[in-house]
């Protein structure tokens, strides 16, 4: 037997590649060859009306070709002069509002696309861009969910009190649950908005072949499928004319999932008009200031629990900062109202949001897309009810586990898929036991006063979260077994760097019974597969995993089918170890896969030895054609998995941070994480997913932000000034422990891991802080500066006080 | 982020350097261009012409005696750091530097052209400062000496003429018996700090400098200062800001903590 790969560390096949820098990114397609270069002009007002833009300085200017602001658009392609697409509707989204590719008279965020430039080089495009002149007449900017909620002014005109959307979901009667509970707390928390920030910006490359009317799309995005139909739309072709095949891409984190970007249509338009490849490369500044934000929110909530700490009721409130505009729907703000009920059951529940436009950058998900909002929310009531007990943090939230034996455990509300929020499977005391373990929970007590005792402060903090992983529609896998032997898959969703090449091919190995090496993956190509939906909500391996898994073993079927006949053997007699099928017991009777899918494909023509095998002279009962009524020629598998509902993975995490006491700096002394995603495909590559999600949450919780000033600019839209994380900033080590509980919903019984290290970063940081410093954390990210300030605001005692109080002692 | 069209020169000597400069009353010197290349790229400089500078190996030499230590303009915030002669003579520079951003600037940024550079949130500009170093400089009328204390005029401004190229800077030897300290915080490793203190100690004297919390370099003497008034005592010569990363509180209480640390170290070493 061939040994199974499925849960070993296999060695990313992708690194190789990808460390020696022979990754090829959208910026490398056509490099040298005459491709034009676009760049856009881009409103520098957070709300204004756009009177009127003086290209006429631009034309004539050596090395530009074209000059498009709105009023060019119709003449180009009708539907371009439409708003982009809202791709997620909702009836909740009463007024749902996007972009148009090219600003039609308003511009509504500072970044919004208002003229696009198309140039020899993007110096010439920039230069050009640069003598635009634009006639605006400014409007009142509404920055934050403080103006956005005041509704003095109003982003779009037509949407009364900026509100995008209002939605209520509830299972009980929470507010009576609430009355009736012997204690009762409210809180107020706040997260605020960050980005993804991938090291490769949004990108687009578009060839137009006039002699067979044909595009090919080159574009870093998390969804090749809907890219292709959304470009078929807006340039009025067929969608068998739109090719989109995604190259390696530098990171999406969620940026890359939101489509079509103004570029992503503008691009392949100018390419058909000019007659040229062009390319668009976003530059930083661009990808702070027009592609999306996520995180911030305002919530409130009331809570009614009982003497154990069991929550009876819970009521939460929150405002969503959608920004300008709603392409991507309700999808931030459902996930937060449903997952922040996290591995819990509280006796009733009942959320309402409010979705609220501000003269922003858009928001769309970004990794946890909303999670990590709500496990602030849930996890600082769990912590806040501890304390109110003064209880045990841990203790209080296994009092509200939902239990092992209660799976599948239905909430009574409906998740973003459209579907149930019903869980899977889970064990949550046996991850909150290895998590205590993991941190050295009991013993902190003792290692806090022994610090305390030499005036070092130190905290310890705990978050729990659940993630619906894996949602549909669904996605499709094809098989093809070559005549070499070897095995080339495609599946359709798109790929940013998890090592789906890796994982995907340690699926189709072990069903095939062939080398890893035979095997390779092609991902978000649409001529390789056409049917797709993307690669977002951790849903690659659950989703594509699964559909290769039934492509592979339909391709399996047909092997043993063919090979059992070659072999006069009965199939259940055979097994495919290192690319042969023999006779189990009888080695010598055995047949290559190779040769088996040479005589899958009965042939006129040979052209090796091998394929003499199965030419008209050599094969064949001459009473029956060639290729059975029922069958096809070839050896391939195709499936799709398209499952009833989303797997729930879920997780812990705990930190021990050191606050100083004088300069307020955090530092982080231990960090511990216990995952459960199902069984692990390659526990190698999900560490890897927990580690840059743990970086990245450490960027959310102690360093990055969005920083609006009132006027609606972004005052740090660069790496100078948004403080993503150095290596030095994040953890040197992360120790992990997993748990696998299997989902029940696929044929491999795994759940999603892409966004789950990021999830709790917030809530947990929030808690240690707290346990260090003694009073609650209820805003984040938090900085030194801002500590410092809370300190001050809950009078513990500063440098100053403490030295003015010595003074004292010494002089009296 | 692509710069606006601009002139290329690379001058093989200083005067053919002097003359490219005093041609073109829009053109800029370009030494590592860690700090220029980077504003031009973000079209928030546009000079018709770059006058590079590293075409001058003269310019790179460091130089350390009993009396000081003088760096060449092109010599590298590296180079300068891993001297261990400059280190000796002068341990104020090295402690400094290794405060510069990130090894892969210091590989390029030139100690001079960050001098120069007049930024108030720079480590060398306040080292120079508290130093009482120097300038020299050359110029179409010749060459001149600036003394620090004359250098620094506002922010991101210094008395350099536009038509000057500054051959290299000067730092005085630490005095025997004497010490010094230096400490920053910054947000992330390696990033402009949030405050910074440098301290010498000489005797009695008690003198230290500020970055970041003050518009230019400032030097402050603290000397016969009670130790526990050293930063409050400074902070009626700084004038600390609020922005994005902290508030003009916490850059105070920064202050108090640093300059109490910072004098501290350098009153060790004394002894
Ligand atoms: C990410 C990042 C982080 C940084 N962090 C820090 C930090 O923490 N602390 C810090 O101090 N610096 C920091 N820097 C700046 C760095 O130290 C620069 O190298 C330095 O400020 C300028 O030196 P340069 O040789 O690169 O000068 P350039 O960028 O080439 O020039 C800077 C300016 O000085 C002028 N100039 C340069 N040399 C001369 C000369 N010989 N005569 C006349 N004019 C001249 C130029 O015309 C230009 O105006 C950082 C830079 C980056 C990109």
Known sequence: MTTKLFGTRVQRVEDQRFLRGRGRYVDDVLSGQRVLHAAVLRSPHAHARVLEVHVEDVLDVD????????????????????????????????HGRTQHALADGEVNYVGEAIAFVVADDRYVAEDAVGRIRVDYEVLPPVVGIAAARAATNLVHEDVPGNVGARMEQSNGDAPAAIAAAPHTLSLDLLVERSSCQPMEGRGTVARWDPDINRMTVWSSTQTSTGVRAAIAVKLGLDLGQVDVVTPD??????????????????????????????????????????????????????????????????????????????????????????????PYKPGAYRVRFESLYTNTVMVTPYRGAGRPQGCFVMERTMDAIAEALGKDRAEVRATNFIQPDEFPYDHGLIFQDGRELEYDSGDYPASLEKIKALVGWD????????MAAQGRHVGIGLACYVEGTGVGPYEGAHVHIETSGKVKVATGLTTQGQGHATVFAQIVADVLGVPLSDVEVVTGDTRRMPYAVGTFASRAAVMS????????????????????????????????????VSVRGAPSSSIALGTVAVLSNPLRYAFDEQSKLATQFSVGDPGKP????????????????????????????????????????????????????????????????????????????????????????????????????????????????????PSPLNPLGIKGAGEAGVIPSAAVFASAISDAEGFPITSMPISPSELYALRLQNSVVDERAQRASRDTKETS | MKPAPFDYVRPGSLDDALAALAGDPGAKVLAGGQSLVPLLSMRLAAPSRLVDINGLPELSGIEANDDGVRVGALARHADVLASEDVRRVQPLVSLALANVAHATIRNRGTTVGSIVHADAAAEMPMVLCLLGGSVDVAGPAGRRTIPADELYVGPLESSLHHDEIALSAYFPALNPGAGVGFEEIARRHGDYALCGVGAVVTGDTVVAGYLSVCDVPTVVDLSGVADADLGDAALEHLDPGDDIHASADYRAQLVRVLTARVVGAARKMAA
């Open chain 1, 63 to 94: 090395g530009v070709h074209a000059v498009w602001t709105y009023e060019d658009l119709a003449e180009l392609s009708a539907p371009m002069a439409d708003p982009l697409p809202l791709l997620i509707p909702h009836p909740t989204l009463t």
């Open chain 1, 545 to 580: 995993g699964s559909a290769i898994h039934l492509a592979a073993t339909r391709a399996k079927e047909k092997v043993l089918r063919i090979a059992a006949d070659a072999l006069e053997a009965n199939e259940d007699d055979l097994e495919i170890v290192d690319g042969v």
């Open chain 1, 626 to 741: 060639p290729v059975a009524e029922d069958d096809e020629p070839g050896l391939e598998g195709k499936d799709f998995y398209s499952p009833e509902r989303s797997t729930f993975a879920s997780g812990m995490h705990a930190v021990i941070v050191e606050t100083d006491p004088l300069t307020a700096e955090i530092r982080i002394l231990k960090y511990a994480v216990v995952h459960d995603c199902g069984h692990l495909i390659n526990p190698m590559i999900v560490e890897g997913q927990i580690h840059g999600g743990v970086a990245q949450g450490v960027g959310g919780a102690l360093y990055e932000r969005m920083a609006y000033d009132e006027s609606g600019q972004l005052l740090n839209a660069s790496f100078m000034d948004f403080l993503m994380p150095y290596v030095t900033e994040v953890p040197t080590s992360i120790e992990i422990d997993h748990l696998e509980t």
């Open chain 1, 443 to 450: 013993e902190f007590p003792a290692y806090k006063a022994e």
């Open chain 1, 249 to 342: 891409v530098g990171g999406g984190f969620g940026v890359k999932i939101n489509h079509p970007w103004p570029e992503e249509l503008l691009v392949p338009l100018a390419a058909r008009a000019l007659g040229r490849p062009v390319k668009f490369i976003e530059d930083r500044r661009e990808h702070f200031i027009s592609s999306a934000h996520e995180r911030g929110q305002v919530h409130h909530v009331e809570v009614g629990y009982d003497d154990d700490g069991r929550v009876l009721g819970l009521d939460v409130q929150f405002w969503h900062d959608h920004g300008a505009y709603t392409p991507y729907g309700l999808i931030v703000p459902i996930i937060t109202s449903t997952q922040l009920l996290g």
